[in-house]
């Protein structure tokens, strides 16, 4: 199995979690939706308990609040949202925002580091029977227990590894929050791909988990961008899994495109991904816009996202059919129709429902699709999508500037150059 999980950030993608859950395996919720939600994202989440079978994780967040203002409104005072995590998670934390105004585990005493931890561990493993509890109607009855209404794994605080010191503060986060877990732990090993270019630095962090005795990890690699990433550093990647996965650490992607799907064979065992975007993870240090959400449109034969004028200028020009899922094919007869719904101002919102629903559904394929097929027949089919559509899509203007299709290409040769390890 390869695992698809779907976060869960925002109210306007609701409609992915309560019509088309067959599309997806488990919903990563942010921890900071759930500290603002009373009663119904709770109720979601024991729907999904008790009639679907499915599960579902909790992203702590914690890394947002390392440096930065991606947390604050451009006044500087702390989002609305954010703020009730932070009154859910207590003292030290809340006073830390306030000053010195950012929470990074590298300057903080190690019974800070304690404390923070287990109350993460501690809001992820009891925040939705609570709600449930608190919000109960006179006449209702929770249907679900305490113990089912728990994540299937609890995710500690994500601290990124950069400095001696930031080991020394991950150990003490996972002891704690080992501590304080009744769940099985699934901690995120946040890196860059330069640091595991390096043996030893791989061997360091398996050695990490290992002597915690912990058996799954999600990666967290945030220089990972398809359009900058080298050959190298893929293959660097393939190494640091198919080693976690020797040492009996099952590891998971926290943020992942296409790619993701090709290391399934070598020990992946999944990924997490967005409605929207969400291929990647960046540190933001500026407020966040508050614009709204972006329609632009994911595009299959090049495994990434484009905005609308560039796919239907491609697509129209290779000649290339409509996708075939249930939502486009619904309403898009051929690539001028998804021209025409994005310029329809009032249809706004209709269009961001219609390119989620298809983002889900593709995920969705692409992990069958390694689950069925050999990795060489798959990067295969890729090197056939990159030939119908290359010409397309270096002579389009349309194309962002800083866009490239060779990615494409080197995920195929780091594929193939890392093959050997699979006939071992």
Known sequence: MFETIVRYKS????SIFDDHYELWDSALVSAHLLANSKKRV??????LIEERSLSYYIDPILAEFRQGKSFRYENGNVRQWHRDYAS????????????????NARFLETDIIEQIAQAAIEFQETIVYRRLDEHLGK??????????AKPDAVIPWAHKLEKEQDYDAFRTILSASKAQATRPLRPVVYTSTSKIGHGENRTELIDLLSNEDIGECFLLFEDLDKHETNESEYKHIIDFVYDLDAAGIDPYFYYGDFFA??????GLKGTAYGTIHGEQYRESVEPRSSSGMSSRYYLDKTKDFLQIPAVVDIMSRADEPVCDCEFCSRHFDDWLDLSELEEADEDETALQTIVMKHRVWQRWE????????DVEDVVADLDSDFKDIVTEYRSSQQVASRKEFQYMQRWRNAVEKRSELLEN
């Open 139 to 148: 006449y209702e009855t929770l249907d679900v227990s305490r113990e089912e």
């Open 11 to 14: 109210n306007n993608e609701r």
């Open 261 to 266: 799907n090709l290391l399934h064979d070598f």
């Open 366 to 373: 692409h992990a069958r699709l390694v689950e069925e097929e």
């Open 42 to 47: 709770p109720r979601l989440l024991a729907d």
């Open 88 to 103: 859910e998670l207590g003292e030290p934390f809340e006073g830390l925002l306030d000053d010195p105004g950012t929470v």
